[in-house]
T-cell receptor, first 114, second 111 residues
Framework: AAGVIQSPRHLIKEKRETATLKCYPI?????VYWYQQGPGQDPQFLIS???????DKGSIPDRFSAQQFSDYHSELNMSSLELGDSALYFC?????????????FGEGSWLTVV | DAKTTQPPSMDCAEGRAANLPCNHS???????VYWYRQIHSQGPQYIIH???NNETNEMASLIITEDRKSSTLILPHATLRDTAVYYC????????????FGTGTSLTVIP
């Protein structure tokens, strides 16, 4: 079965640069979630989208922005990168946003800021 | 805003049942309890979820207390590959699209 696809899997950027992560949800899934997991930490919810509109916002820094496109894929844009942004970024998707539906996670994108 | 409390670590003998508790005393009537696990920096893997009734699937069973303030995930016959961090998550928000991980339980299955 198709899973959530994230790209790139690994990314190295310098401080103050910009990075963009992409997420392709499972076909027919209309809700996308983004998470950040720092070294030794638990995943932190950043933001979610339902039907191309922002649904909920977590601890996403102001330097980060995200959107969901007409084909339901999503992109997380991170600007003015800091060393502390080095983390594993997960995208997840579900069909029909709402409390009873299963959320499936991708394998993550590793961002290293040097 | 995790809304759940779990023991930080547990051990379980291989082949025995692993019972992982979770406290979610502030859960609201329409909030579901989800369980995921994460094996060393891989994507979190869905295990099971429920609202008020006990649930079972091919991976595990979920027992939710009648007052819904706590639940237990049961892995009936733990294997070494079940060693992972297990997260109990209450899905919150009017949209249900705020999905917060807590600190999880690090389960080690011992040969």
């Amino acid at each position: 079965a198709a899973g959530v696809i994230q790209s790139p899997r690994h990314l190295i950027k310098e401080k103050r640069e910009t990075a963009t992560l992409k997420c392709y949800p499972i076909p027919r899934h209309d809700t996308v979630y983004w998470y950040q997991q720092g070294p030794g930490q638990d995943p932190q919810f950043l933001i979610s989208f339902y039907e191309k509109m922002q649904s909920d916002k977590g601890s996403i820094p102001d330097r980060f922005s995200a959107q969901q496109f007409s084909d339901y894929h999503s992109e997380l844009n991170m600007s003015s990168l800091e060393l502390g942004d080095s983390a594993l970024y997960f995208c997840a998707s579900s069909r029909l946003g709402g409390p009873g539906n299963t959320i499936y996670f991708g394998e993550g994108s590793w961002l290293t800021v040097v | 805003d995790a809304k759940t409390t779990q023991p930080p670590s547990m051990d379980c003998a291989e082949g025995r049942a692993a019972n992982l508790p979770c406290n979610h005393s502030t859960i609201s009537g329409n909030e579901y309890v989800y369980w995921y696990r994460q094996i060393h920096s891989q994507g979190p893997q869905y295990i099971i979820h429920g609202l008020k009734n006990n649930e079972t699937n091919e991976m595990a069973s979920l027992i939710i207390t009648e007052d819904r303030k706590s639940s237990t995930l049961i892995l009936p016959h733990a294997t070494l590959r079940d060693t992972a961090v297990y997260y109990c998550i209450v899905r919150v928000g009017n949209t249900g699209n705020q999905f917060y991980f807590g600190t999880g339980t690090s389960l080690t299955v011992i040969p």
